[in-house]
């Protein structure tokens, strides 16, 4: 009896990490952009960052694309400014934002 209600317990918490109700557009958006802002901390003429397009729920996450506008980099590297795809876990973690020193090392 104990394992079923340890296994059902379980069950649930992997199924509610999966669909992860908490991560919205909104959320999403605010996460990424908040990771933007602290990568970016600091650079002079860093780019705008337009929002998050492409949201789509995943399993244990959400992915979309983040779109740069204006800057240096934007002139400098053409790939640049057609958004990078991002990936926020169930946990609220962003991965796959470029660093200025991704961006000028060609990264």
């Known amino acids: 009896m104990k394992n079923k209600i340890i296994v059902s317990v379980v069950g649930i918490a992997i199924i509610l990490c999966a669909w992860a109700p908490w ?27 337009s929002g998050v397009t492409d949201f789509k729920k995943i399993p244990f996450g959400a992915k979309g694309s983040l779109v740069y506008t ?12 057609k958004g990078t795809t991002v990936f926020v876990s169930f946990l609220g973690t962003v991965h796959g934002l470029k660093s200025p020193e ?3 090392k060609g990264r």
Not at 23 to 32: C, F, S
Request: proline letters at 2%; charged letters at 20%.
């Open 23 to 49: 991560l919205t557009q909104e959320r999403v958006e605010q996460l990424v952009i908040t990771q933007y802002n602290t990568l970016w901390q600091g650079v002079l003429d860093n780019p705008d960052v």
């Open 102 to 104: 991704d961006i000028f």
């Open 70 to 81: 204006g800057g240096l980099a934007e002139r400098s590297n053409v790939s640049f400014n």
